[in-house]
């Protein structure tokens, strides 16, 4: 299993950091999470082609996460790929219409499909051969938390949220949590992650997890990426890594 992270950024635009979108190299397919701005575009940076991609799970409904998404589909059928299959929290349908409405010519000519999950859902999303979990994360809004366990290995991505016991839960025994960390130490934030308050959470919660992975940085981030490491590297005693745009990781 290959991930390869297509942006690692925020709503904010930054130098080298784009918004928020990771692609998964399953046996099968490509499995894309999250379509933040710019994400698109780093495709073929990335080597991928976007017509491969025709499944997508979301985080949640925030721009940063979903923006590139009508794009990718758009951009799908001007190469002829028009299906698509869209895993997202509660309210994901009812979005991803109101949005298409906008676009009546393209309405008529693609064939999504939009499924809803609540956390703890399970399931294989078709034509792949990895399961899925779920988890609630702590964000502003409904956001989730996923684990995808492959044949090669398992990962935990939290999408945004506070560090939280589900999605420490949802990550036993992983090889590798993709952990987003908006701010940097000593920062004092809700509905998003400091180093501090994941290693408040690492300090009761170690359960087994193999690597660390940050991703979502805030501007606030730039110039303390070292800082957040070290200091997570005092509660948590394997690998912590900081994600990085068109960065791979192999599972
Ligand atoms: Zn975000
Ligand atoms: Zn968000």
Redesign the pocket.
Known sequence: MEITFLGTG??IPQKNRVQSGMLVRLEEKPLLIDCGSGVLSHFPEAGISHTEVDTVLL??L?L??VADLHPLIKANWLRGSTSMKIYGPEGTEEWFLKVLEAYEYLQEEVDVDVIELVPGKEFTPEGFDCEISCAAAT???T?LAYRVTGEDGEFVYS??TEPSREIMDLAAEADLLIHECSFPPSMKVT??TTPNSLAGILKEYNNGIGSICLTHFYPEMRGHEREAVNYLQGYFEEEVILAEDLMKLEL
Request: glycine share 6%; charged share 15%; net charge negative.
């Open positions: 925020v709503a985080s949640h925030h940063d996460h964000h502003s809004v956001a999408g945004d509905n998003h």
